[in-house]
């Protein structure tokens, strides 16, 4: 939930509320009462579900609140992981020196954990024969050894065949 939608002490304009207490035992009261309540204890009234009938609120220190909601989207934040999507692209008629750098860029690519896309450019009469990159695509599948999930298979799409290929998930 964003702190835009929580409303706060004066904020909060129902009659009635419902008041969770910090021991979980749950009281209806008339919102001027559970706010004198937060004053004694120096504390804001918060609340935190106002779809509910009557709306829930709790008493707490709403700095301290914001602060750990804050701390909890940056550490989920952190365990974000980007995948980013490499493309590597080739010739039908692509030498074996090259087919064998281009399979070991691929690999790296996997290992760091990035998507990768291979893709296959014909030009001219290539076009005719694209059974030829479909036999590239298969050769680079043999080199990188099953490091890989295949997304998706090799197909054409205009002058270009490509498939794409994760990593596998490391345990």
């Known amino acids: 939930m964003a702190d835009r939608d929580l409303r706060i002490n004066e904020h909060i304009r129902v009659r ?5 207490k910090e021991s979980g035992d749950q009281t209806v009261l008339s919102t001027s009462e559970a706010l004198a309540l937060a004053r004694d204890q120096g504390l804001d009234l918060v609340e935190v579900a106002p779809q509910a009938q ?17 701390k909890k989207n940056r550490e989920a934040k952190k365990k974000q992981k980007l995948l980013k999507l490499k493309e590597i692209r080739m ?4 030498d074996d020196h090259d087919l064998d750098f281009k399979s070991k860029h691929i690999k790296e690519f996997l290992n760091e954990g990035n998507k990768v896309k291979v893709t296959i450019r014909f030009k001219g009469r290539e076009l005719a024969h694209t059974e030829l990159g479909k036999v590239v695509l298969d050769n ?10 295949l997304d998706k ?19």
């Open 153 to 171: 298979p090799p197909i054409m799409e205009g002058k270009f065949m490509s498939m794409m290929l994760s990593p596998k998930a490391k345990k």
């Open 16 to 20: 009635e509320v419902r008041l969770i």
């Open 91 to 94: 010739q039908p008629k692509i």
């Open 140 to 149: 680079v599948l043999a080199r990188i050894e099953g490091e890989y999930i």
């Open 54 to 70: 009557p709306p829930v609120v709790k008493i707490m220190n709403y700095g301290k609140f914001k602060f750990e909601n804050e």
